[in-house]
């Protein structure tokens, strides 16, 4: 980029905010293009709270604007990967800022010796579902039952199943022990299990 | 050990099916694949032999299959503003104060 101004000058300035404005309109352009992924994770994070929503992804875009000025991300680069991180780091802050969890909750924890895995639950080649088909599903039956789990539940399972997180990675970001991720993430499951299939069964007999 | 709570094969009944309640921590874990060792050889081995904790396996995965749908991409937009769900969008008066707010950003750090 040519520094060819005299930043003292008015010319000068002008220039560097011409140069700022061309930034926030290329970050406006990014951000418009993941706004509805973003809103839609912002949701299902707060709960279907939409204004907790909204708040949520506007401190994500500032944090987001805040490192694209300072270089520490390029376009071109994993963009949608990177805001949903400061998304969900957001508001996992937020979230252990607002929770306070005692030592010892009562935790299902799994006690299989041989319980050890990959550190990461991030499937396999293989294992991936046929995305192409997916992208564009609104899952309106699975996004209503998970509105109806508790905060810790639906966290736990939207950072392990949603936004892949490791077991490790979630209980880091939630400040709590791998067995209490586990435990809720399981929980979390089998409730949303039961939810789906109520509404299954109510479908069928309307 | 397996429960008998459910004498019928899950695959003919509508109910949801019931693991034994040993498995349940287990069969969540097999279903992302974190089991290992002789918990996993356990849970397979019991899954074998088990129509209900093998119906939970299976409802499982396709739960897994599921949400992580939800956190797949949408398709790159070519909606304009004005063709988007309102849904889509931030509200106008948060988009605005968004915008002041970079640009206060910017004028702070000079």
């Known amino acids: 980029m040519t520094q060819n101004t005299n930043a003292g000058s008015p010319a000068g300035a002008a220039a560097a905010e011409a140069r700022r404005a061309e930034m926030r309109r290329r970050f406006m352009a990014i951000a418009d293009r993941y706004m509805a992924d973003l809103l839609r994770a912002a949701r299902r994070l707060c709960g279907g709270n939409e204004d907790m929503a909204h708040d949520l992804v506007q401190e994500t875009l500032l944090k987001g604007y805040a490192a694209f000025i300072d270089g520490k991300f390029q376009e071109g680069g994993n963009m949608r990967a990177w805001l949903h991180r400061i998304l969900t780091n957001h508001f996992i802050n937020d979230y252990r800022r607002r929770t306070k969890w005692e030592a010892g909750v009562t935790v299902d924890t799994l006690t299989a010796g041989g319980e050890v895995g990959p550190t990461s639950t991030r499937a396999a080649d293989g294992d991936v579902p046929d995305t192409s088909l997916l992208a564009r599903t609104f899952d309106e039956p699975l996004e209503q039952a998970l509105q109806s789990l508790s905060e810790a539940l639906r966290t736990a399972v939207l950072l392990v199943d949603v936004e892949e997180y490791s077991y490790e990675e979630a209980a880091r970001a939630m400040a709590v022990p791998v067995g209490t991720i586990r435990s809720r993430v399981a929980r979390a499951r089998y409730q949303l299990q039961e939810l789906l299939h109520a509404y299954g069964r109510e479908r069928r007999l309307v | ?110």
Not at chain 2, 15 to 43: E, F, H
Not at chain 2, 66 to 75: D, H, I, Q
């Open chain 2, 1 to 110: 050990m397996f429960h008998r709570n459910a004498p019928n094969d899950p695959a003919n009944d509508d109910s949801l099916p019931r693991p034994c309640p040993q498995m349940k921590g287990l069969l969540s874990s097999l279903s992302d694949g974190t089991l290992g060792g002789i918990a996993r050889w356990y849970a397979e081995n019991h899954v074998k032999g088990c129509p209900h904790c093998s119906a939970t396996l299976s409802s499982l995965r396709t739960l897994r299959d599921r949400l992580r749908a939800l956190g797949v991409p949408a398709l790159p937009e070519e909606a304009t503003e004005f063709e988007k769900p309102v849904t889509d969008l931030l509200p106008a008066e948060r988009r605005l104060a968004l915008e002041a707010a970079l640009a206060e950003m910017d004028s702070s750090a000079g």
